[in-house]
């Protein structure tokens, strides 16, 4: 047995698509006499379209193999010769608009009827950004009859018919000792996704319509029409119907992987960056192309269509280091308000956005 896997697992690693993930991953400096120092790497090969954009905007000089798309935003679109249907925007989004969406992608994306990846265990949680920020924990209670939506104990339920609920911290030992329970910023750490509009199932990997839903907010629509339009075919608009919020905290990566599921792959992935700064890795149709690695910071905007959607891609990195996350705007517009200031200075949010029909 161990035999065989290990045969799967070098035949995985041979790619060059997984060497340049190993190559790009946190690891941490085993003979730093400091704690927990992240390993150097050579970042010399990794494309930034913050400094091509500056250059661009100052001499209109390009690096080859790039060029300028489409100039109707305020700034400039860049295209890889290499990849026919993919797009950066690079700073495309303003502070403001950045801090709207990590605000909505840690209060509201995650609310029910939506599903996170903690709905598997825990079933729907409601509110989870503010029990973390309450101290609260999730307890489950197997005595409680369901529906029993606040009581004398001090939790508070969701109000549906299921075990866990948020109790204050100190009324946990209360409830019973044999109780499961994990504390709320546990669980805000280790929240993955979110899903908005049409429900993404994981487990099948395709999209369940008779799950429950919401529309995808329609400020978030509006933007994401704004931003598909360099990938939309002549005279089409983009028709938002289905969103993934990834959320990584340090060390978290996104394995290189196809996004398949929707009908018709001429429309963008219109994909935005928040928080800290990460290495995102554009492959080809196959895992032995060598992938190009580039920069994603917050506010950037990624489109793949066409061609582009059928490439490989995934995030081996986020930087979660001072130095290197990229930050300071945010951190001064989020000084006030020190829930969302210490999330986003250890984290990365994406919401990706898909027509999918
Ligand atoms: O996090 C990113 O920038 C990419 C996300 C992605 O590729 C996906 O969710 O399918
Ligand atoms: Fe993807």
């Known amino acids: ?30 003979n730093s006499k400091k704690k927990k120092q992240p390993k ?31 100039c109707s935003f305020n700034r400039p679109v860049f295209g890889l010769e290499s990849r026919p249907g993919f797009y950066f925007l690079p700073g495309v989004l303003s502070v403001d608009e950045q801090c709207r969406w990590i605000r909505e992608s840690l ?7 939506n599903r ?27 005595n409680t009859p369901a529906r029993l939506d606040s009581g004398s104990n001090g939790c508070v ?5 299921h075990r866990w609920r948020f109790c204050e911290e100190d009324s946990v030992p209360s409830i019973g000792k044999t109780c499961k329970s994990v504390p709320a910023p546990v669980l805000l750490r280790k929240l993955r996704w979110s ?86 890795l554009l492959g080809g149709k196959s895992k032995d192309d060598p992938p190009l690695a580039m920069f994603l910071r917050s506010g950037d905007v990624v489109l793949m269509a066409g061609e ?20 300071t705007t945010l951190e001064s517009r989020f000084c006030d308000e020190n829930d969302f200031l210490e999330y986003i200075r250890t984290s990365r949010i994406n919401i990706n956005i898909r027509q999918v029909f």
């Open 1 to 30: 047995m161990y035999g065989s896997k290990k045969a799967v697992s070098d035949d995985v690693d041979r790619t060059a698509f997984r060497k340049a993930e190993k190559q790009y991953k946190l690891y941490y400096d085993q």
């Open 40 to 70: 150097q790497v050579d970042l010399s090969e990794v494309l930034d379209f913050k400094s091509i954009s500056n250059s661009y905007h100052q001499n209109g000089e390009l690096p080859p193999g790039i060029a300028v798309v489409d």
């Open 107 to 113: 209060m509201s994306f995650p609310q029910p009827p």
């Open 116 to 142: 996170t990846n903690h709905n598997a265990i825990y079933g729907p949680i409601s509110d989870l950004f503010i029990a973390a920020k309450e101290r609260k924990v999730l307890v489950e209670d197997e």
């Open 157 to 161: 339920g969701n109000g549906d018919a």
């Open 195 to 280: 899903t908005l509009g049409l429900q993404f199932d994981w487990s099948k990997r395709n999209y369940n319509v008779s799950l429950p839903h919401n529309k995808i907010p329609d400020g978030l629509c509006q933007l994401a029409k704004k931003m598909a339009a360099p990938a939309m075919p002549m005279g089409e608009e983009f028709q938002p119907e289905g969103a993934i919020v990834n959320y990584f905290a340090s060390g978290d990566t996104l394995g290189g992987h196809l996004d398949d599921m929707e009908a018709d792959w001429s429309k963008p992935i219109v994909s935005m960056s928040l928080g800290c700064k990460a290495i995102f």
């Open 308 to 327: 582009a959607r059928e490439c490989f891609h995934g995030v081996p990195r986020i930087f979660a280091d001072k130095e290197n996350a990229e930050i």
